[in-house]
């Protein structure tokens, strides 16, 4: 069927129309001149020429019903599964939020229910941490880790404390101490940190040893005395002697046995005004072998008080006159001769 509108146009007087015609059957005569047919579009399908009837197998269409058959399939299975569904009113968030690290979760919700779950952010370089809610233990456990968490973001606990339990101990007391310092032997202070205490406490337990040196390479000795075993040590300050030696030759007159010559092993001397030039600082306790003491005493010329007069001042041991040699060897007992003036 086809559906024709006309415009009609009149070259004359137009013909005026009062109403509407609603008769089906009235006719306008009106030549309409020359229709001309087109091409049709589809003229074969499946084998079908000219005027054919399609079927849904023609134009590949479902059979009719099959749309109904589907809805009513789909109904079905809706029913079936509508009892298992999640309403919104049922729908519980678990997931609690983005944190900035462990501490901060915890501060934030230091309580939580079982499914619940956050993020930790683990920084430029380590993305995010997972982090769920442990109802068991009642804490946050940090589910997937991609480096070692933070000592700041780790709770201690009940029996690996940080610095008792014997691993941390040990770690700490097998550590070699790398960079120590023993060169300055002064006085520890507030200011210093633990490697430059045990440095100074070093140096000063060194200071401390007693280091004895032979006294023929700080000191000149007199012809007469022989066999020589005498040495010299500086100890916290103070200078030291002891050994034993021998003498050649009596003497009528007191005689100079040793005379040092080494400003490290100079005592502290101040002569004073007294007009004596020689002053005797100190006694040295010696003895014969058969037990009988003999004179020694520890003498100095000039003062002794800084480095500068240490260069300048003779100090001597000096062996008494008449001294026999009969009861060699003559023996040094450990004896202080003075305070050092070169610490």
Do not use: C
Request: glycine share 6%; net charge negative; proline share 4%.
């Amino acid at each position: 069927m086809i559906d024709l509108v006309l415009e009609m146009h009149w070259s004359n007087n137009p013909i005026p129309i009062d109403q509407l015609f609603a008769q089906p059957d009235y006719i306008f005569d009106v030549p309409l001149g020359l229709f001309t047919s087109l091409e049709p579009q589809v003229t074969e399908v499946n084998g079908k020429k000219g005027s054919v009837e399609l079927n849904a197998q023609d134009v590949d269409a479902d059979p009719a019903g099959s749309a109904l058959q589907v809805k009513e399939q789909l109904e079905n299975l809706i029913a079936q599964v509508g009892d298992s569904k999640l309403d919104k009113a049922d729908y519980v968030q678990h997931f609690r939020g983005l944190f900035s690290s462990y501490a901060a979760l915890t501060a934030a919700l230091p309580a939580a229910i079982n499914g619940d779950y956050a993020h930790v952010d683990g920084g430029v370089n380590f993305g995010r941490m997972a982090a769920i809610w442990d109802s068991d233990d009642h804490k946050w456990i940090i589910q997937e880790v991609h480096v070692a968490l933070n000592t700041d973001e780790m709770p201690e606990g009940q029996e690996n404390l940080y610095f008792k339990v014997s691993r941390a101990q040990q770690a700490a007391l097998n550590a070699q101490i790398v960079g120590l310092d023993t060169s300055s032997a002064t006085e520890i202070t507030a200011q210093d940190i633990v490697l430059s205490s045990l440095g100074k406490l070093q140096a000063q337990i060194k200071k401390l040893n007693a280091v004895w040196v032979d006294i023929t390479t700080v000191a000149n000795v007199h012809p007469s005395i022989t066999g020589v075993n005498v040495q010299l040590a500086r100890i916290n300050g103070l200078l030291y002697i002891k050994g034993y030696f021998n003498i050649s030759a009596v003497s009528s007159s007191p005689i100079d046995a040793f005379t040092i010559t080494n400003p490290l092993y100079k005592s502290h001397i101040i002569i004073g005004a007294s007009g004596f030039n020689v002053r005797r600082i100190n006694y040295i306790k010696a003895m014969f072998s058969d037990g009988l003491s003999i004179d020694m005493s520890f003498n100095a010329t000039g003062n002794s008080r800084n480095e500068a007069e240490a260069q300048t001042s003779v100090q001597t041991i000096v062996l008494g006159a008449n001294a026999s040699n009969r009861f060699n060897p003559v023996s040094i007992l450990p004896t202080i001769m003075g305070e050092l003036v070169i610490k």
